[in-house]
């Protein structure tokens, strides 16, 4: 299975100590240049804490198809961009990504989707994450991660809780 990733689905799952979901659910997870320079930035404890840079499960692939990137680069972030041409240069399962623009972007070039919310209940399926409640609270609280109060319901009520 081949996983791609852009920045907050790593930096958001370290941030609140969930980061091995990732691993557990995937595998390996590749990542573009751009990601893994956005994960350097990330705050300082949370590298420490959980050795970011240095997991040997995320990757770090060059991007080789300039010509997709430069076509949806002006759409997109940079860590965004990269993530959704390497989605599609290595012919990817899932990219793992939550802003909405890229995902637009991605779906529009077939590729199949994943967000934070949607790997969380994939993890409580597979038995990984036994309640998806606290977690979810954490990203909200710890990380910043931010979700409307319908779909927060809509997400707990999808995993049974």
Known sequence: MIVISDTSAIVNLAVVGRVEILRQLYGK??????????????????L???NLLNLGWI?????????????????LDAGEAEAVALAVQTKADFLLMD????????????????????????????????????????????????????????VLSAAGE
């Open 29 to 46: 997870v590749l990542i573009p240049q751009a990601v893994r320079q956005e994960i350097g930035m990330a705050d300082p404890s949370v």
């Open 48 to 50: 420490q804490q959980t």
């Open 59 to 75: 990757e770090t692939v060059a991007i080789t198809d300039r010509v997709l990137l430069a076509a949806i680069r002006p759409q």
């Open 99 to 154: 802003e909405r623009r890229g995902r637009r972007v991605a779906t529009d070039l077939g590729l199949h989707v994943i967000g934070l919310l949607g790997i969380l209940l994939e993890a409580k399926h597979r038995k990984l994450l036994p309640l998806v409640k606290p977690t979810l609270d954490d990203l909200i609280s710890r990380a910043g991660f931010w979700i409307s109060k319908s779909l927060y319901e809509r």
